[in-house]
């Protein structure tokens, strides 16, 4: 396994994850609900964590095996959710533990639908936005 690819090319996608969160951020500042800076910090974190990523590995070998990509699709999906959570964890309104942050955000990503948010009618746009 080439792991140095495979963390090369998980840096690459976790940077294209932290530009999705602009959009959210921009919804929070149009709306003026004051979850900016949540989005903002997640962004930052987000987006730091996969061009050290990137970084670190910018002189490895790009060609990866079949078993490499299951080994990538496996932990994307696993860092999606959890790095998902951030905006959660850093909302000044919700008090989400990482629990419930972590399944709120995993079940954003699978479109499930289950959420253990409550008052949905009163939560800031932007956080429904990005839910």
Not at 12 to 32: G, I, K, N, Q, R
Not at 53 to 80: C, E, K, P, Q, Y
């Amino acid at each position: 396994m080439r792991l140095g690819a495979s963390i090369r090319i998980l840096g690459v996608l976790t940077v294209m994850f932290s530009l999705a969160l602009l959009v959210p951020l921009f919804v929070s500042v149009f709306y003026d609900d004051g979850q900016a800076t949540a989005f903002l910090y997640s962004f930052i974190c987000i987006a730091s964590l996969g061009c050290t990523m990137f970084a670190l590995t910018i002189n490895t070998r790009r060609d990866v095996s079949t078993r490499d990509g299951f080994f990538i699709t496996s932990m994307f999906w696993l860092g999606l959710g959890l790095l998902g959570s951030l905006p959660f964890l850093f909302s000044n309104s919700l008090h989400l533990s990482f629990i419930n942050a972590a399944f709120e955000s995993i079940s954003g990503l699978t479109t499930t639908g289950a959420t253990v948010l409550t008052g949905l009618d009163d939560m800031p746009q932007s956080i429904l936005f990005y839910r």
